[in-house]
């Protein structure tokens, strides 16, 4: 019982933010909500068992990446500025066919999720599992994408840095229009 | 004697060499480079002909060497296409003679082409026709003919366009591409008839004078005759084509828009003759299954040898009265071809047709390469810009005389030989056709005599320079080419070349020997009353004979029966109709797709806005519609 | 499906999905209405968190003796941050360049 009341706390703090997320006009707000959804969404991985996946959504997603978000917003907008929302038959487009999708999928999943699942317990991942998951080469073993995610890192870190770095103005080099 | 196939190599090494890197190499050097690829390859044709002539004779008779034959088609189960080597006597003699031409041409031009832009153009042009035109005389089936064929067509189409800033050597080119390639199209259906019947392209099989494989082309009928007779008069067309005959001879006087001595090469001495040889290359078939088109072959040479004499006799200006004498001169070989037959003494015109060809190569050629450095002297080709050369160019005026006297059938030159034994074979096919090519011999000596006196006699003209010798390069060749024209006459040909391949033994026919050379002095007479020193009859004959001069001065008007033909007839009437069909049914269905597709772009570009969010709204949208489609429909 | 163990005891998948459900749809909607860069990307953010919990569960509940989908999981969660840094460049350089980060600015760019 304990488990129902602490899910059903989640999943309105989930499915409100989130629609407070991408409704709000204010960015500083959404980043802020968005980060309430993503901290609930780690609630959901420990709930699950999964420890270190909960880790890994706090540090990185909560910490580090809203971080990131909220250093941009701050260098690109002004305190306080509302950022506009599409108005007219344009909304209304959108909202129907979010909610639509919404509809559709929620029939599928109703109709064809049968009833409870109630999951294997299973004892607690350790680290060492997950450790050697992750490096090892055998079947359902990551080492592969491990190395790739390295490089994938490595190319980002570059291109961030090639893309955000100030152009040097040249200098010295004399119009063609003075000669 | 595999080593002919070097004689093939060379030209086409110096071809590839001039041709992609001339550009680079100074004039002297590829002038060097064209010289002394065809200086080994004419050794190795005379080292070639000797070993041949001598060594290659079983019981007398000649018998075909094929050093060389590759497969290179295979079409189905008996037919394919070879690529090779044949020698035998008419081949070898044609070596000899495109080689000795050639290198002369060769030599000639060092000193006629200097400094003209191109010159490594011209010298690349002149060894891939020197290739092709050897490919052609050793081709071992009619197929690899036909390659070397247009390949000769090429060549000569792109040196008689070789100024080709000049508007009319344009389109001397394409005249002479145009009406040879109509004649070759007539050529490749009868080779694909040929072939279709006989299974065989290889010209041994064809000459063997086996009749077995000719049962089906002879039993197949189409409009009346049998399929041979329809191949052979086709593959007789194409000949005609090359050899400007008369109704296609239009294209050889434009064709001297080229520089002189290419003239002299391609359209004097080799490539013009290839109908000959073509026809002479498949004599066995002709003269044992078809006759009647041999007959033809007669009436058509006869026909246009007298056609051409008489508008060469009127033409002023020197190298088309050349051109009207070669297609003249060819015309003797088509209907010394024509009245042969294959044994013995009645195979004398075949003899003679061939001797004509070598003998005729030699003093056209001379006559061309004296006429390129008069033109060369005086800067024009109008015979009334010229006169009295005689004193300024020694060398030249010898030459040509000697020349003039050959074509003219004046013992004992050369061409005295060959003409008098194709005389004697149209007598001996009958009188009238004798007495009628007699007569064109007579108009043959006035015509070069007209034109000799008018060059190197007359009254002199004033010129903005004196006229000079023209150089070494130039003279030598003339000099050289001398001494077979006036030699030539004394080989035996009928021990070489013969119909049957046995030696025939020939026997002057003195009556009409003595009748040619008395009907040539008498011409030669007349023309020197008229034209070698300034007199009042000069300007009378003209006006005596006013409505014939204007005609042949018109070449008969047959270059305006052309232009009627394909302009009025062929423009207007047929080409009308087509060209309306596709302006309107063709055009219009392109537009109409065109117009469909513009109508229907301009209303759905909005859709491609640009807008990515835009695109992903159409994105998801489509997902749930195939979605809900899939699951409720 | 294999063997499924019903019973009323635990949560079910069924309502898990349907958490993830909106947050994904809110996401999408957040997608197509901004025109602010900074705003589609947080909806972005949260599409890829309503899949990265759609791996979680469907590992959990249907094949729990496999790590697969918490590997996923981990994964996209690496490449959200590649992606958030490099957009991020992006959106910084655009409004150097414009002076603000609306996506319609992105249309002065087409050739």
């Known amino acids: ?179 | 004697m595999e080593y002919t196939l070097f004689i093939l190599l060379l030209p086409l090494t110096s071809f590839i060499l001039l041709g992609l890197f001339g550009i680079k190499l100074s004039h002297k050097i590829s002038g060097l480079i064209g010289t002394g690829s065809l200086l080994i390859m004419a050794q190795l044709s005379y080292v070639a002909a000797f070993s041949y002539f001598t060594t290659q004779r079983i019981d007398a008779v000649f018998q075909t060497v094929i050093p060389i034959n590759v497969l290179w088609l295979k079409m189905g189960t008996n037919l394919h296409i070879d690529m090779g080597i044949l020698l035998d006597p008419i081949s070898v003699m044609m070596l000899v003679v495109i080689s000795t031409v050639s290198l002369m041409v060769h030599i000639y031009s060092l000193g006629y082409m200097k400094g003209e832009k191109g010159f490594q153009r011209y010298y690349a042009f002149l060894s891939l026709f020197t290739f092709s035109m050897m490919g052609l005389v050793l081709s071992t089936n009619i197929f690899q003919m036909y390659i070397f064929w247009e390949l000769v067509g090429v060549s000569s189409y792109l040196l008689i366009g070789f100024y080709y800033t000049k508007p009319s050597a344009v389109a001397a080119a394409k005249k002479a591409f145009i009406v040879t390639r109509f004649a070759d199209m007539f050529f490749l259906i009868g080779i694909l008839v040929l072939s279709y019947f006989t299974q065989t392209f290889d010209f041994g099989t064809l000459t063997s004078g086996d009749s077995s494989i000719f049962q089906q082309a002879i039993s197949a009928q189409f409009l009346g005759t049998s399929a041979l007779v329809w191949a052979m008069a086709l593959i007789f067309i194409g000949g005609t084509g090359k050899s400007a005959m008369f109704p296609l001879h239009i294209w050889l006087p434009d064709a001297m828009e080229g520089p002189t001595p290419v003239s002299a090469l391609i359209h004097a001495a080799t490539m013009v003759v290839a109908g000959v040889y073509l026809v002479a290359r498949l004599f066995p078939v002709y003269v044992l299954f078809t006759p009647e088109v041999l007959q033809g072959v007669a009436y058509v040479g006869a026909f246009t040898s007298m056609f051409a004499a008489l508008i060469a006799m009127v033409q002023t200006d020197i190298k088309r009265v050349l051109a009207f004498s070669t297609i003249s001169q060819i015309g003797f070989m088509m209907v010394a071809l024509g009245v042969s037959k294959l044994e013995g003494h009645h195979g004398l015109g075949y003899m003679a047709s061939m001797f004509h060809l070598y003998t005729h190569a030699m003093f056209k050629a001379l006559l061309f390469l004296g006429a390129g450095s008069v033109i060369h002297a005086v800067h024009s080709n109008e015979m009334e810009n010229m006169g009295g050369l005689r004193k300024h160019m020694p060398v030249t005026h010898l030459t040509f005389l000697i020349a003039c006297l050959a074509i003219a059938g004046i013992p004992p030159f050369s061409g005295f030989f060959s003409k008098d034994e194709i005389l004697s074979a149209t007598y001996h096919f009958s009188t009238g056709m004798g007495i009628w090519m007699t007569v064109v011999a007579a108009l043959t000596a006035f015509y070069m005599f007209r034109l000799y006196f008018s060059i190197f006699w007359g009254k002199e003209k004033q010129h903005a320079h004196t006229p000079h010798e023209s150089p070494k390069s130039m003279t030598f060749p003339l000099v050289f080419l001398a001494i077979p024209t006036i030699l030539g006459g004394l080989i035996p040909f009928g021990q070489f070349v013969t119909a049957n391949r046995a030696p025939y033994a020939i026997h002057m026919n003195w009556m009409v020997a003595g009748v040619s050379v008395v009907v040539a002095v008498v011409a030669i007479f007349i023309a020197s009353r008229l034209y070698q020193y300034p007199n009042k009859r000069t300007a009378t004959v003209p006006t005596a004979l006013r409505g014939f001069h204007k005609a042949a001065s018109h070449r008969f008007y047959m270059d305006e029966v052309y232009l009627f033909i394909t302009k009025k007839i062929l423009f207007n009437g047929v080409s009308r109709v087509f060209a309306w069909f596709d302006r309107h049914v063709v055009d219009g269905f392109i537009n109409g797709i065109a117009s469909v597709t513009d109508w229907f772009s301009v209303r759905i570009r909005g859709f491609q806005s640009g807008e990515i969010q835009w695109y992903a709204w159409v994105f998801l949208f489509g997902t749930l519609l195939i979605t809900a489609l899939i699951l409720f429909v | 499906m294999g063997e499924l163990l019903i019973n009323n005891a635990g949560v079910s998948l069924l309502v898990f999905q349907l958490v993830s459900l909106v947050m994904f749809f809110a996401g999408i909607y957040g997608f197509f209405t901004r025109r602010n860069l900074m705003m589609m990307l947080i909806s972005v953010e949260l599409i890829l968190n309503a899949s990265d919990i759609n791996f979680v569960i469907f590992n959990r509940y249907l094949f729990p003796e496999m790590m697969d989908g918490m590997f996923f999981a981990l994964f996209t969660i690496a490449i959200a941050a590649c992606e958030t840094a490099v957009a991020i460049a992006i959106i910084i350089n655009l409004y150097r360049n414009f002076g603000n980060a609306d996506v319609d600015n992105l249309k002065n760019m087409k050739g």
């Not at chain 1, 204010?26 to 880790?55: D, E, H, P, Q, W």
């Not at chain 1, 599928?108 to 999720?113: P, Q, R, T």
């Not at chain 1, 992750?134 to 790739?148: P, R, V």
């Not at chain 1, 080099?173 to 003075?178: D, I, R, S």
């Open chain 1, 1 to 179: 019982m304990t488990e129902h009341i602490i899910f059903y706390l989640l999943a309105f703090v989930i499915t409100a933010f989130s629609i407070l997320t991408v409704t709000s006009k204010r960015i500083v707000r959404s980043a802020t909500y968005l980060l309430f959804v993503l901290l609930a969404t780690a609630g959901l991985y420990m709930m699950l068992g999964y420890y270190f996946l909960f880790a890994v959504q706090i540090s990185v997603y909560a910490g580090g990446i809203m971080v990131l978000f909220i250093m941009a917003i701050f260098l690109t907008h002004k305190p306080g500025k509302r950022v506009p929302i599409r108005q007219g038959w344009k909304l209304g487009s959108c909202i129907l066919l979010s909610v639509a999708g919404v509809l559709l999928c929620g029939d599928i999943i109703l109709n064809n999720v049968v009833g409870v699942v109630q999951y294997i317990e299973k004892k607690e991942l350790t680290m060492q599992e997950i450790g050697t998951t992750m490096l090892g080469t055998g079947k359902q073993q990551y080492l592969l994408s491990f190395e790739m995610m390295s490089i994938l890192l490595l190319a980002c870190i570059v291109g961030a840095i090639l893309i955000a770095r100030k152009t040097k103005t040249v200098k010295n080099v004399p119009n063609e229009t003075e000669l």
